[in-house]
């Protein structure tokens, strides 16, 4: 999750400001030497492979900050958070694919960094390749699972990841539900929020939200790093160069990174990019094959599913879309709603004497995704403005469809039961086109930055 920040270090080089200013910062950032004596790499391919690892570092946090966003208990010294970020060849795209800290993973031959140990390969969690052979065992790990080359290797923290947000002056984030954990502190009302460093943190370590545990936390990741893209591009920032240079010292402070990653290599791939934007970016999780599979001596991991993961990677290796490209749709962007139209039906009424006004709206919401009766009545009375009728133990579904209804009334009505109904009125011109806010997103399920990121205010 912290392995976010390292990506705005790409993000926010797209300035393009010069040595001027990040003269001097490249000393700041701590070097390991992550590609070490190693042997039998993947062969490398167009675009540019960078492996963020998430560390834990909470004792680098004041006791305060700790007691606050809920940080208790000792360092792991492992990766809890794991993504390949590919940038295309042509510097238009960036594919995120995260990978579960519980993958199932098989470590080639090495010496443990703590006993000097020589192991022979053996299977682990993936997240616990770090604790044994550090930087290099993990990307060796990660390579012989995806046969990708990595190029490059950042390693952040929970420091870094708080500053940087606070430095942006908070990102933005949207949610139509309400969520609460009690283990990281987070409690978000529905709607839109600024979150500062600690209430980000919070909101992407979050794992008791719901029952999808480290893969609804990897979607939530995702969100916030579209978001965090969002801001960094179009707030104007990066063209001040004070804040840019405030900015960049933030996540350099408490970064590690690989020999060859420094300030020409962050200068040269920003210039390239002075165009990002979140619909340049893509995001995935590796599909799962198996859930809980079971591992003597490891424990329960996840299985990934062969053929689906290899296409994602296949993608990677070849410098493609995670995602075939599509027709852009037009017009207005979809409005997020509470509940998923699939699961709304409606049963449609003409308020007016105009014929035919009750199959146009019935026709129009189907088409939206609505699960329609397919057969509009007349209503009883005829109405000036359009009402959604609802059972108020449905509420949420009747304020999904009252958006899809532009100035629609909403009339609960005890008793009515799970079928909501509208009676069309004489103000009805169009039905708006909506999403779920939050749709099940199953493993392998790509989205781009700008399908997840808030709707402009």
């Known amino acids: 999750m912290r392995a976010v920040t390292a990506l705005s270090v790409v993000v926010l080089a797209s300035a393009g400001i010069g040595h001027a200013v990040l003269s001097g910062l490249d000393a700041d950032i701590a070097r390991v030497d992550a590609f070490k004596d190693m042997k039998n790499r993947p062969r490398g391919g167009n675009g540019m492979n960078v492996l963020l690892v998430g560390t834990d570092g909470r004792d680098r946090i004041g006791a305060e900050e700790r007691r606050k966003y809920r940080l208790g208990g000792a360092p792991c010294h492992c990766t809890d958070t794991i993504m390949i970020v590919h940038i295309s060849e042509d510097r238009e ?43 290099q065992l993990t990307i060796s790990t990660v390579e012989n699972m995806t046969h990708v080359k990595i190029d490059h290797y950042l390693e952040v923290d929970f420091t870094s990841f708080m500053k940087t947000v606070d430095v942006l002056g908070g990102v933005r984030i949207c949610t139509v539900q309400p969520l609460k954990d009690r283990y990281t502190g987070l409690d978000l009302p529905a709607g839109t929020h600024e979150l500062t460093g600690g209430q980000a943190l919070q909101y992407v370590r979050a794992r008791h939200l719901d029952g999808a545990s480290d893969l609804s936390r990897m979607k939530r990741q995702q969100r916030f790093l579209a978001a965090l893209i969002d801001r960094a591009t179009s707030s104007g920032l990066l063209l001040n160069p ?65 053929a689906r993961s290899e296409r994602i990677f296949g993608a990677l290796r070849e ?63 005829t109405v000036a403005r359009t009402v959604v009728a609802f059972d108020p133990r449905w509420d949420n579904s009747a304020k999904s469809l009252a958006a899809a209804l ?5 009339r609960p009505v005890k008793g009515q039961g799970a079928t909501l109904k509208v009676i069309a009125g004489a103000d009805f011109e169009q039905v708006a086109k909506v999403r779920a806010a939050d749709p099940p997103q199953d493993s392998g399920t790509v989205v781009r930055g700008d399908e997840v990121v808030c709707g402009k205010p």
């Open 406 to 410: 532009p100035g629609s009334r909403l």
């Open 319 to 381: 410098d493609r879309p995670l995602a075939p490209p599509g027709r852009r749709p037009e017009g207005p962007a979809p409005v997020p709603v509470p509940v998923d139209p699939k699961r709304i039906r409606v049963q449609v009424e003409n308020g007016t004497h105009t014929a035919g006004l009750g199959r146009r709206v019935d026709d129009a919401l189907a088409a939206t995704g609505f699960l329609t009766t397919r057969a509009p009545v007349n209503a009883d009375t």
């Open 93 to 135: 795209r960036a594919s995120v694919v995260s990978l579960p800290r519980d993958s199932y993973a098989v470590t080639p031959d090495h010496t443990d960094r703590t006993t000097g140990e020589h192991h022979r390969a053996h299977p682990v969690k993936l997240n616990a390749a770090y604790a044994e052979g550090g930087p």
């Open 242 to 306: 004070l804040k840019f240079r405030d900015v960049t010292r933030a996540v350099l402070g408490s970064v590690r990174a690989d020999k060859g990653f420094g300030t020409d290599e962050l200068l040269a791939l920003g210039r390239a990019m002075r165009s990002f934007s979140p619909s340049s970016s893509e995001f995935t999780t590796v599909p799962i094959g198996q859930m809980g599979y079971a591992v003597e001596g490891v424990g329960s991991t996840l299985k990934w599913d062969p």
